[in-house]
């Protein structure tokens, strides 16, 4: 019978000590945190054009057909690309300003909002508009930027994981910094 009381008080005491616990809840899914790079800038001259780009950026030739002016800069600590694809103008500028809008407008449908801002450079001969894409899409920022007569630039940013505006907030606002600091100091070549 001894044996029997130390059984049970020994599960008493295991009850006591196990059910005291509060009771388990559900974590939220959590991201990992951000740490972004120090912001300086360095030259770069592509075939086609020239600006300052992020140090921590990769510009990688994107060699498609007869397109030798096209790049790919990466971001890869962010997981993002910028796909710059560069087109002569030949008499084309208006459709090509159409078609960057129409590129722009795919995104409408999951956007919240969109917010133009104009780039007039006149000194550079460097005019152009960049979209700030807001909301869960695919590319939050795009833009063009021309001459007007010989070159025309469309940028688009990437990032290679599934949109979620709220958990990418602060690399996309660097990387828009970075975008419009490239726009600022892009020259033809």
């Not at 005491?13 to 959590?30: M, Q, S, W």
């Not at 740490?35 to 994107?62: F, K």
């Not at 960049?130 to 920022?141: I, N, R, W």
């Not at 021309?146 to 940028?155: A, E, K």
Request: hydrophobic share 40%; proline share 7%; with cysteine.
């Amino acid at each position: 019978m001894a044996g029997r009381a130390e059984h049970l008080a020994g599960l008493l005491a295991f009850g006591l000590l196990t059910g005291c616990a509060e009771d388990p809840v559900p974590k939220p899914r959590a991201y990992f945190r951000i740490d972004l790079p120090e912001q300086e800038y360095r030259p770069w001259q592509g075939d086609c054009y020239g600006a300052e780009l992020p140090a921590y950026a990769l510009p990688v030739p994107v060699k498609r057909g007869e397109q030798p002016c096209w790049t790919d800069l990466r971001f890869p600590g962010q997981r993002a690309t910028v796909h710059l694809t560069y087109q002569p103008v030949q008499g084309r500028l208006r459709q090509l300003i159409e078609d960057a809008h129409g590129f722009k407008r795919q995104h409408e449908a999951k956007a919240l909002k969109i917010v133009s801002e104009r780039m007039l450079r006149d000194s550079a001969r460097v005019y152009g508009t960049l979209f700030d894409v807001e909301g869960d899409v695919a590319s939050p920022m795009v833009f063009y930027l021309t001459d007007s007569t010989d070159h025309f630039l469309y940028g688009a940013l990437y990032f290679r994981c599934r949109p979620n505006a709220d958990s990418l907030a602060p690399v996309t606002a660097r990387l828009r910094e970075d975008i419009r600091h490239f726009a600022g100091t892009l020259s033809w070549e």
